[in-house]
């Protein structure tokens, strides 16, 4: 098949939209991460244990349709591409499930709550794999060029620092007054708006971005051999095992900030302020991975540092608090927030050249089923990471609503500042061994071209 300049400079617009999909992600996905836990044991009404075993559960729910998703998108061919097409038809279904999710049901019994939510989530998850996987495997159809595709990463955090930083700075306000008088109507308009904005972004995406790189033509390849392929891919089982890490790290803080506010700081709101705290540090540790790229010409190292650091930061938190030392504290989280952001872009901008290795070391390319495998290494550590926080505060006496015992505000704590600061920098430990550097990722893509054109 002839390809197209697969060395394209992608345009500003493009770089934007795509940078906006992940805007729209992150309104789905983040809000899930930092605010359904809380959801469902405050507002909804279902225990602790049972939000720990569906956390555990839904991820068998992944390892099954995450692959599956993945090979169908490799396999997709329209007018408009491979990837393409599944932002246009499962944004808008992922984003009715987002708000069924959050619709809450607390007069109904406990095992129709748990089956409801066992439901919901499930197919929450299954369409936000529809629309995740694609999406970010589109960025390595848009251009092979290392630094492009740097840019457009670049694009894709800053972008995603925006969103989260506006969504954790306005969410709890907005739950607030929405749901002035019942909590549950809150989450529920504030579902509705977040979806809304999710189809948007990703028709925005779709509409302004365009598959460059073409796949080769093959013959149907077996699951078992796209296997073998993969873990003959050095640098993707690194750039995995960093997934899985970062899963665990990020999601399982994440579903504990607002329990570390409520309880801990014993105020919700301090975590608006936090919010604000962050945002504009996210927004410049993003942006700062390109000029560390440039100097070190190594995406894994790039991240490797940035996680240390992140690591590093985190566990100085742990010796602050909002009510005794506020400067400190924020100072901290700003620059912990700075570090993480560096990071982010990092992690994800290794991926698509990961493809380009693997074409080259086993003739075999597979852009959707390797992402797929990101995607399910990062919900296995977010499953573990939840499901291990809601166990301990349900082993421990959690009780929603209440003053909380000393152990339970011990793991709130932790769970905020020194777990994921250890895990931070064993991230930091593992990437520090990424190999492919600018310089033999460049030789890699002219093998390929040479071996095309025969």
Not at 329 to 354: E, K, V
Request: aromatic letters at 14%; proline letters at 3%.
């Amino acid at each position: 098949m002839e390809s197209k300049n697969e060395n394209v400079k992608v345009p500003l617009i493009s770089k934007i939209a795509y940078g906006f999909g992940d805007v729209g992600c992150n309104f789905s996905w983040m809000f899930v991460s930092n605010f359904l836990m809380i959801f469902y044991t405050d507002v909804f009404g279902i225990s602790m244990a049972a939000v720990s075993a569906l956390m555990l559960f839904s991820r068998f729910w992944d390892a099954i349709n995450d692959p599956i998703v993945g090979g169908l998108t490799d396999k997709t061919k329209t007018k408009w591409g491979r990837y393409r097409p599944w932002l246009l038809i499962a944004a808008p279904i992922t984003a009715v499930l987002l708000i069924m999710t959050f619709w809450a049901h607390p007069d109904w019994s406990d095992r129709s709550k748990v089956i409801y939510m066992v439901i919901t989530y499930c197919l929450l998850v299954l369409g936000y794999t529809c629309v995740n996987i694609p999406y970010g495997t589109l960025c390595g159809a848009m251009t092979q060029d290392i630094d492009e595709r740097a840019k457009i990463n670049t694009s894709r955090s800053v972008s995603a620092m925006v969103a989260i930083g506006i969504i954790n700075i306005i969410t709890v306000p907005l739950i607030g007054k929405l749901g002035s008088q019942s909590a549950k109507t809150g989450y529920l308009l504030v579902a509705i708006i977040y979806g809304c904005i999710f189809a948007a972004c990703h028709f925005f995406c779709f509409a302004k971005t365009k598959e460059q790189v073409i796949m080769p033509e093959k013959e149907k390849i077996s699951i078992k051999v796209q296997l073998r392929a993969v873990m003959q891919n050095r640098p993707y089982i690194l750039a995995l095992i960093g997934q899985v890490l970062f899963g665990f790290t990020l999601y399982g803080r994440n579903a504990d900030v607002l329990y570390y506010f409520t309880y801990v700081e014993g105020n919700a709101s301090y975590y608006t302020t936090y919010s604000m705290c962050i945002i504009i540090p996210s927004i410049i540790g993003a942006a700062c991975f390109q000029p560390v790229f440039r100097k070190l010409n190594n995406k894994g190292r790039t991240a490797s540092i940035f996680a240390l650091l992140t690591g590093i930061s985190m566990l100085c938190m742990f010796f602050f608090n909002v009510k005794e030392t506020p400067a400190a504290f924020y100072t901290l989280a700003g620059i912990t927030q700075f570090f993480f952001s560096g990071f982010n872009t990092a992690i994800y901008a290794i991926i698509p050249d990961c493809v380009e290795y693997g074409e080259w070391k086993t003739g075999l390319r597979n852009d959707g089923f390797q992402y797929a495998f990101v995607s399910l290494g990062n919900k296995i550590g977010m499953a573990i990471g939840t499901a291990l926080l809601a166990a301990l505060l349900g082993k421990y006496g959690y009780v929603a609503n209440q003053v909380q015992n000393p152990a339970v505000l011990s793991i709130m704590r932790h769970s905020f500042t020194t777990i994921p600061g250890i895990l931070w920098i064993v991230t930091a430990i593992v990437l520090f061994f990424y190999r492919l550097n600018k310089k033999r990722y460049n030789e890699i893509v002219e093998d390929l071209k040479k071996n095309r054109v025969k």
